[in-house]
């Protein structure tokens, strides 16, 4: 009888624990209604053991008074209990180690889980850092993005500028071509202004007037047989006038005059240039 007890207390503690779980080597607790069933048939076994182990109280006198015979059927009935609760007691040991495999499955299946977990978490860590660098990648890009805008921009803006220069330069083209042509008049009226204050014809020149001597003048342009010849009275220029009536004879487009060393000094052959002035021939002897 006392080994029945032993192995039940056994069975009610379970290797790595108390049967209510707590515990479990691993921390997960078994399902309830296993856990109740194995606590049952454990109290069952506890009142059965103890109700054999200790014999009803009876009167006084009364274990003196029983008859052989009553304590035989006592005894085959103990034993029939005996039996029977040695088959619970096995039946509970058969579920404790049920319990105690569900109990190692779920420990590796814990297991299993908190590697996923972990691997789970690795992944989520690799995922940060991959979302973080593209994250600065996607910034990186905008940023490009917004430097290329700007540089289109600016491209545009530049393209603006040279249209606007080409123009310009156009324009100063224009005016310096005006400037030029500004420039060349005043240099004429200038010239001319200069004839002027000279005496000079505002005319082309019609040829050339060469005095050969003191006395002189031959040119292709004397075509006349006579010539009217005046001298300015301050001696700056001559006209030659083809006039019939003339008092210089004009011979081979030679005209003589015998006076004119007087007037005007000689100091060796010279060219003029001869202007038409007035229908006559006019010649610069010396600037005023």
Do not use: W
Not at 19 to 27: E, I, L, R, T, V
Not at 67 to 90: H, M
Not at 133 to 148: D, G, H, I, T, V
């Amino acid at each position: 009888m006392e080994k029945g007890q032993d192995r039940a207390e056994a069975a009610a503690e379970p290797e790595g624990g108390s049967a209510s779980g707590d515990g479990m080597g691993s921390g997960r607790k078994i399902p309830r209604e296993e856990m109740e069933i194995f606590n049952g048939i454990m109290a069952d076994i506890s009142k059965e053991i103890d109700r054999i182990n200790v014999p009803p109280v009876h009167q006084k006198g009364s274990f003196r008074q029983r008859k052989p015979s009553s304590k035989a059927s006592r005894s085959k009935a103990s034993d029939d209990k005996t039996a029977a609760l040695e088959k619970r007691l096995e039946n509970a040991e058969s579920a404790n180690d049920r319990l105690r495999r569900k109990n190692g499955e779920l420990s590796n299946e814990l297991a299993r889980t908190k590697a996923k977990a972990d691997d789970l978490a690795a992944r989520n860590a690799c995922l940060a850092e991959e979302n973080a660098s593209l994250k600065k990648r996607l910034a990186s890009l905008r940023s490009a993005e917004e430097s290329e805008s700007r540089i289109e921009e600016l491209a545009s803006e530049n393209s603006a500028l040279r249209s606007e220069a080409g123009s310009l330069r156009s324009s100063v083209s224009g005016m310096e071509a005006e400037i030029g042509a500004l420039s060349r008049e005043i240099a004429r009226l200038k010239a001319e202004a200069e004839k002027l204050k000279a005496g000079i014809p505002l005319t082309d020149v019609a040829g050339k007037i060469g005095r050969i001597s003191a006395t002189e003048f031959e040119s292709e342009l004397f075509s006349g047989p006579r010539y009217e010849v005046k001298i300015a009275r301050d001696g700056s220029y001559m006209t030659f006038k083809a006039d019939v009536e003339g008092g210089v004879p004009c011979e081979n487009g030679t005209l003589a005059l015998p006076a004119l060393p007087d007037l005007i000094g000689f100091s060796g052959p010279r060219i003029y240039d001869a202007y038409h002035y007035g229908g006559k021939l006019k010649i610069i002897l010396r600037r005023r």
